[in-house]
Antibody
Framework: QLQLHESGPRLVRPSETLSLTCAVS??????????WGWIRQPPGKGLEWLGD???????DYNPSLISRLTLSVDTSKNHFSLTLRSVTGADTAVYYC???????????????WGQGTLVTVSS | EVVMTQSPSTLSVSPGERVTLSCRAS??????LAWYQQKPGQPPRLLIY???TRATGVPARFSGRGSGTEFTLTISSLQPEDFGVYHC??????????FGQGTKVEI
């Protein structure tokens, strides 16, 4: 059964860089059938898609974050990563990684999800 | 960007009741809509995709309908374990993939 697990610092200072890694177990990141995504949820608020990456490193980003966000993938370690630059308090959220199926003529849903990690931006 | 609007924001119900949650899109999505259930401290769990297909292991009391811009999730007979927040997500128009703000179901 595929499992995803987020890891990284829980506290980041304003204006610095937030970096998270999602480790994949029970399956391979190298599959051509899936994208690997990041979604976040500020405390008490809704979900926001950040971006996706595939096994080959092809990325899609939320236009609202494209200037600050970089996704990368390491298939040898079976993990993918997120880097968000110049963070502010508005970036405080639970960050989830999730898998998304490749579809021919549309996007797709996210399943499964990691447990999520709360990242707080504060001095 | 497609804006997803869920209603109501909160629903207080009793076990055994039939519950219908709504999700409206600002642009047509065909059938490209998913529903998730989220309990406190847990990640979202996929319930429904392609508007009406139940994910593996999802009880038959959950059903989805709709097309275009109007979608619903129905729980035919609410069980105590069904409390939580329900999110809809569109994947018919990109970028970006977008979610509704959620409907909280209180038992």
């Amino acid at each position: 059964q595929l499992q995803l697990h987020e890891s990284g610092p829980r506290l980041v200072r304003p204006s610095e860089t937030l970096s998270l890694t999602c480790a994949v177990s029970g399956g391979s990141l190298g599959s051509r059938s899936y994208y690997w995504g990041w979604i976040r949820q500020p405390p008490g608020k809704g979900l926001e898609w950040l971006g996706d990456i595939n096994y080959g490193g092809n990325t899609d980003y939320n236009p609202s974050l494209i200037s600050r966000l970089t996704l990368s993938v390491d298939t040898s370690k079976n993990h993918f990563s997120l880097t968000l630059r110049s963070v502010t308090g508005a970036d405080t959220a639970v960050y989830y990684c999730a898998r998304r199926r490749v579809m021919t003529n549309s996007g797709s849903w996210f399943d499964p999800w990691g447990q999520g990690t709360l990242v707080t931006v504060s001095s | 960007e497609v804006v997803m609007t869920q209603s109501p924001s909160t629903l207080s119900v009793s076990p055994g009741e039939r519950v219908t949650l709504s999700c409206r899109a600002s642009q047509t999505l065909d059938f490209n809509l998913a529903w998730y259930q989220q309990k406190p401290g847990q990640p979202p769990r996929l319930l429904i995709y392609s508007t009406s297909t139940r994910a593996t292991g999802v009880p038959a009391r959950f059903s989805g309908r709709g097309s275009g811009t109007e979608f619903t999730l129905t729980i035919s007979s609410l069980q105590p374990e069904d409390f939580g927040v329900y999110h809809c997500q569109q994947y018919g128009s990109w970028p970006p993939w977008t979610f509704g703000q959620g409907t909280k179901v209180e038992i």
